[in-house]
C-alpha cells in the first residue's frame, strides 16, 4: 500500500562507516552523538536509545524495530516480539522479514522497506496485513522511516506499527482519513463508493478526494483495489476457500472480474499465485 511520504528522517549526527553489527545501533542505538538541528548540546544518543527502547518495551501493545540496510533487525520491542510469536527479542536480531513471516507477505514488506532503503521514501499510515502464528490476518497501520547520517547516507530503517482499528479508536488528535481507510477493512465485500468513504471521514467527496489522494498517493477506488487485492492474495495463501468465495469476499461482482483483475497486478493467476505460496515457505523474487 502506498502512503504519504517527504524527505524527512531520523538523523545521527556522526558519520561512522559502514556497520552491520548491532551492537553499533541497537541496544544503545551505538555511540553516536545527536544534536537538534540547529542548536543544543551534542548528547550521546546511548542515553536515548535505551530510555526509548525500554520505554517501548513497556508498552506490550506498540510493535517497534530497527533494521539494517539488509533489513535486518538490530532492535525490537517486546511487542514485536509478542507479535511474531518468538520468546524473546534475541531470537530476532539478525533475522529479515523473510526468516519470519509468511513468503507471501514478506514479499509485501521487502518491497516497501527497500523503497525506504534505498529511496529514501518515508511511510507514515502504511496499511500491511499482519498474519499472526495463532490467529486470522489483521490489518495494521505502520510508519516506516529511513534513518540517515549527518550527511545524508541511509544506515538504516525504523519502524513501528499498531492495529488498524486500535490505532483508529486512540488516534490523538484524531486522523480524519483513518475512519475511511478502517471503513475499506471492513466493508470491501460490498460496493464502497468515494461518497460512502467520505462520509467515514466527515468530508466532502471532493474534499476527500484531494485530501486522500495527497496523503497516500492513490485515489479512493485505487487504494480501495490494493487493499482487496491484499486482502485477496492473504486468502489465497492461509485458506482453503474457493475462487468465487475470495471474490465475493474482497468485493468483486464475480470471480472472472477477481480473476482478470488479480492477473492484471500480480501477474500471476489466482491458482498460480495460491500454489506457488502453498509451496513454499521463503520468499522469493
Wanted: hydrophobic share 35%; proline share 6%.
Amino acid at each position: 500500500m502506498r502512503s504519504g511520504h517527504d524527505s524527512r528522517s531520523c538523523v545521527l549526527r556522526r558519520r561512522t562507516g559502514p556497520w552491520a553489527d548491532r551492537d553499533r545501533f541497537a541496544g544503545g542505538f551505538g555511540r553516536r552523538l545527536a544534536s537538534c538541528p540547529d542548536t543544543g548540546p551534542k548528547v550521546p544518543l546511548d542515553y536515548w536509545g535505551s530510555a526509548l527502547t525500554e520505554a517501548l518495551n513497556l508498552m506490550p501493545h506498540i510493535p517497534a524495530y530497527l533494521k539494517d540496510t539488509e533489513r535486518r533487525f538490530l532492535w525490537c520491542s517486546e511487542g514485536l516480539v509478542r507479535l511474531t510469536g518468538f520468546q524473546a527479542g534475541s531470537q530476532l536480531l539478525g533475522l529479515r522479514d523473510e526468516d519470519v513471516a509468511p513468503a507471501d507477505l514478506a514479499i509485501q514488506y521487502r518491497a516497501n522497506e527497500e523503497q525506504v532503503l534505498e529511496h529514501g521514501r518515508r511511510f507514515v499510515g502504511l496499511v500491511e496485513l499482519v498474519r499472526k502464528p495463532y490467529g486470522p490476518s489483521t490489518w495494521y497501520i505502520s510508519t516506516k522511516l529511513p534513518v540517515r547520517t549527518v550527511d545524508g547516507t541511509i544506515i538504516g530503517l525504523v519502524g513501528v506499527t499498531r492495529p488498524l482499528e486500535r490505532r483508529a479508536a486512540a488516534a490523538q488528535p484524531p486522523d480524519p482519513l483513518l475512519p475511511a481507510i478502517t471503513l475499506i477493512a471492513r466493508e470491501m465485500h460490498r460496493r464502497l463508493t468515494v461518497a460512502d468513504m467520505a462520509k467515514a471521514a466527515a468530508m466532502s467527496a471532493s474534499q476527500f478526494t484531494r485530501r486522500f489522494k495527497t496523503r497516500f498517493g492513490d485515489t479512493p477506488h485505487q487504494y480501495l483495489r490494493r487493499m482487496r487485492l491484499t486482502a485477496a492474495c492473504d486468502m489465497l495463501c492461509s485458506t482453503d476457500l474457493p475462487l468465487a468465495a475470495i471474490a465475493a469476499a474482497t468485493g468483486y461482482s464475480d470471480q472472472s472480474h477477481f480473476s482478470n483483475d488479480f492477473a492484471r497486478h500480480q501477474q500471476s493467476t489466482p491458482s498460480a499465485y495460491r500454489k506457488r505460496f502453498r509451496t513454499t515457505g521463503v520468499a522469493s523474487t
